[in-house]
């Protein structure tokens, strides 16, 4: 047995984060309101911010997400086509769309209804000082009826290179239904998309050993940056946010999947912390969502037919650490300017938040976008946000963990109920290291 065993993928995502923190924190000490520090190398000097942070961090982290990000769109789609080809009863996509909406709706609200009562139970916007440069310049989020209709691409090909994930939602299925519909051409379009999706997520496998190298360059120039003396400022605000994450990931999420399966949370608890990881890290669900698709057929045993639906969905419209963000900073935001709200006001927020979680699905800077829509609905002041702008950087990260959780919770419950979950699969606790085993690029080679 050779005793250079290499250590799991996990292992060394979590070793490249944690060495990631500890640089990046060591050069922000270091460094703190300073100049440029300089290393004297003899015949020249080394910037440290200029070389490593601005230079070899940023180059390293900024390529990595621009590697999974350019994975998100062929996966999406082709897994799509693939999914909805198959599918041999045309009704089966709309019981598929309408539970996976229903729940995602339901989680997002229970989510900022947790968030609420214990914001209000903490009150972290006491003794806050206002800060008096605080401006925040509020974008205008789209109107329900603008968001239905621009879910329909007017050019698929345009929605791809945008990145528009409703819109490549909806062509996928309208292509996959015509596959399916089509007779011996569809069954001959079905086994190239087949071929293609192995291809895809071969691909995944091996841009997934860079992991450990990406993750250390994010984490390490995000906490050379990063405003520690903010995050003590607002501590009780910074708190409550993740508490209530916490609340949601572990509590809330487990009850459900429990309750509406059967299924052990532990065990589905344990098969997410890759994609909780990349989540963190990476700070987008989107990004992470070949991860999030791997995690949810390899290792909870979703079918693709229900996974290639549900995980792309749940990356677009799914907000429920945003939405619990925005209860959080909308009880802080009303304390810090003695907005006293009453029990109408707070269920006019729950509303709202839950309704917009779809309305700004794909907007750049939905979270903030989404608040401000829930500040002007209840009539508080929108320059509040700014107040918290500073820490939501690495809030952020952690909800983006909870949304990623929520989107393979959501999987696992309707894969169960349309009978297409391996439960096998679910309960083998070796089926996530076979994964990690099958993402050794040495093996690959071998295999090759």
Known sequence: MSHNKKMSLTTR??????????????????????PEVAIPLGLFDLPVKGFFVDGLFHIGGQIFIASLKMLVVPLVFISLVVGTCSLSDPKKLGRLGGKSILLYLSTTAIAITVAISLALLISPGGGVAIPTTATFDAQQAPTLAQVIIGMFPTNPINAMASGKMLQVIVFALLFGIAMALSGDAG???????????????????????LAPYGVFCLMAKLFTTIEMDLIVELGK????????LLIHAFVNYSIMLKVLT????????AKMKDACMFAFSTSSSSATMPVTLETATKKLGAHNSVASFTVPLGATINMDGTAIMQGVATVFIAQVFAVDLTLSDYLMVILTATLASVGTAGVPGVGLIMLAMVLNQVGLPV??????????????????AVNVTGDCMVTCVVAKSEGELDIDVFNDADAAKDLEENMDLEKLSKKA
Do not use: H, W
């Open 383 to 400: 320059e509040g946000i700014a107040i918290i702008m500073g820490v939501d950087r690495l809030l952020d990260m952690t909800r983006t």
């Open 237 to 244: 605000y910074f708190l409550v946010v993740v508490a209530a």
């Open 13 to 34: 995502i979590m070793l490249g984060m944690v060495l990631g923190v500890i640089l990046g924190l060591l050069i922000q000490t270091i460094l703190g309101d300073k």
């Open 262 to 269: 059967g299924l052990s949370p532990l065990t589905f608890l």
């Open 187 to 209: 069954k001959r379009c079905a086994k190239v998309f087949e071929d293609l999706n192995t291809v895809v997520l071969k691909l995944v496998t091996l841009l997934m050993n």
